[in-house]
């Protein structure tokens, strides 16, 4: 098949001029169905792990000899290989006790998560699929190869890459495999906090991932148990038109789809159940929301093991996600002295997202936005001040004056902030000036 790389025929083609058998295997067969371009190219050969790395002496390491993996190194890329395998026991729920190596091709695929990732491409594109893949392939459909509870017991993380498939893929989870997955969710429990967290980041960034969070609450909520609360919650606000869960799905899918931004979403309003009051009117109301949503976001990104950086950006943007900014330009450099301009920009998305996924009546507020950004290119084009980098004076000006400690810093950050309300120009002799003749002149 012209679509097979050709260090992966290369690789391909030694297992098999060794007398053994091999064939491509999983995700990147799937894609390759599905007209994708695969990210890895995995392997399931005949072979024993010592024959392989005897075949490919010098180009091959035993990653996990164990598992009968070994990784081959072929025009500048690497290549997992691993020997026909039935898993044994699983007794963690993530990966096999024990392994028996086999000489069945079939009871190999036997042993996958999906009918889809259980097919199997020799170099020519001949294809093996003892399961009907290719058939669930066509109708978009998620399947588990043999007995669902089987395959999820097995394997707890299965469950949440079933949801990341169907939301990646945009194919319907077939009924008792759904069934499987909602009933085995608990498991869930036992996997680890890295490995959920980079499921639920691919899931939240499928295209499809609205469905899949409105239809599967009740499974993400095993290790997000703060979202349970909005799943169902009527705002009884003339803003809104969705529950709280609804509202926060819907938000997800108005936003691009970047981990850090979908994430945020996922987190903004959390801490409305907890916030809600409802006045004389009937009218519900959530003062104070963003602040708890905030504290929840940190108490889950550091449970999921998000990178420091991750964390920051997610956490600032659930904290200011309803604060207003003022359509104004002194307004916006202060907003870009809080966030800086990826942060700003990226506030401008979350408040987007955020309109988007209310009711229809208040959509005008889109136009506000507009606005926003429009002035936000404009200030970041014209590079007005809003850092103490870009202040005229630094440091060394304000020891020159006799400034020591922290007094330095002190007047720096008093200088910026006259600079960005525009009551100094960033004018390094202005701005000198203002410090030899006190705060006091300076309204």
């Known amino acids: 098949m012209e679509a097979i790389p050709a260090a992966a025929r290369e690789v391909l083609g030694r297992l098999t001029e060794g007398g053994y058998e091999a064939y491509l295997v999983g995700g990147c ?3 390759l169905l599905l007209g994708r371009t695969p990210g890895d190219w995995d392997m399931t050969t005949s072979a024993l792990p010592e ?23 072929a025009g500048g890329a690497s290549f997992e290989v691993t020997t026909y395998r039935v898993d044994g026991a699983y007794g963690d729920h993530r990966r096999p006790d024990t392994v028996r190596f086999t000489s069945s091709l079939t009871e190999d695929l036997g042993r996958r998560d999906f009918t889809v990732n259980a097919m199997a491409m020799d170099a020519g594109g001949t294809l093996v699929d003892p399961f ?13 190869a ?13 469950i949440m890459r079933a949801l990341r498939f169907s939301a990646v893929l945009g194919f319907e989870i077939e009924a008792e495999t759904d069934q499987a997955v909602h009933h085995m969710a608990a498991a869930l429990e036992d996997i680890a906090a890295e490995r959920l967290r980079e499921e639920l980041l691919k899931m939240l960034c499928g295209a ?14 095993v290790f997000l148990p703060e979202l349970l609360p909005a799943v169902g919650l009527d705002q009884r606000n003339r803003h809104h038109c969705y529950t709280v869960w609804e509202h926060t799905a819907r938000s997800v899918g108005h936003i691009p789809p970047e981990p850090v931004l979908r994430m945020t979403m996922l987190l903004h309003d959390l801490g409305k159940p907890a916030c809600m009051t409802v006045d004389e009117a009937g009218e519900g109301h959530f003062k104070g929301h ?6 929840l976001a940190k108490q889950i990104l550091t449970r999921l093991r998000f990178d420091n950086d991750s964390a920051a950006q997610i956490e600032k943007l659930v904290k200011w996600h309803d604060a207003p900014i003022e359509p ?34 208040y959509l005008g507020r889109q136009q506000e936005i507009d606005a926003l950004e429009a002035l936000l290119a404009q200030v970041l084009a014209r590079d007005d001040c809003f850092s103490l980098r870009q202040l005229a004076v630094d440091g060394h000006d304000l020891v020159a004056l006799g400034y020591q400690g922290r007094e ?16 100094l120009e960033n004018e390094r002799e202005g701005l000198l000036a203002a410090l030899r003749g006190g705060e006091e002149e300076v309204k």
Not at 58 to 72: C, D, E, I, N, Q
Not at 290 to 295: F, L, P, Y
Not at 415 to 422: R, W
């Open 51 to 73: 024959a392989t790395m005897a075949l490919f002496a010098g180009h091959a390491v035993p990653t996990g000899l164990r598992h009968g993996t070994v990784t081959v190194r």
């Open 132 to 144: 009907d893949g290719q058939r669930d392939l066509k109708n978009r459909l998620l399947r588990c």
């Open 29 to 31: 067969v799937r894609d």
């Open 408 to 423: 330095i810093g002190q007047k720096l950050r008093w200088l910026l902030d006259a600079v960005v309300d525009g009551r």
């Open 208 to 221: 499809d991932a609205v469905r899949v969070l409105l239809e599967y609450p009740d499974v993400l909520g």
């Open 290 to 295: 963003a602040g708890v949503s905030h504290s």
């Open 146 to 158: 043999g007995v669902p509870e089987r395959r999820l017991e097995e394997d707890a993380l299965r």
């Open 328 to 361: 104004a330009e002194r307004a916006m450099r202060r907003a870009l002295n809080k966030m800086g301009a990826e942060g700003v920009r990226a506030l401008l998305a979350v408040k987007r997202a955020d309109n988007l996924a209310q009711a229809p009546a």
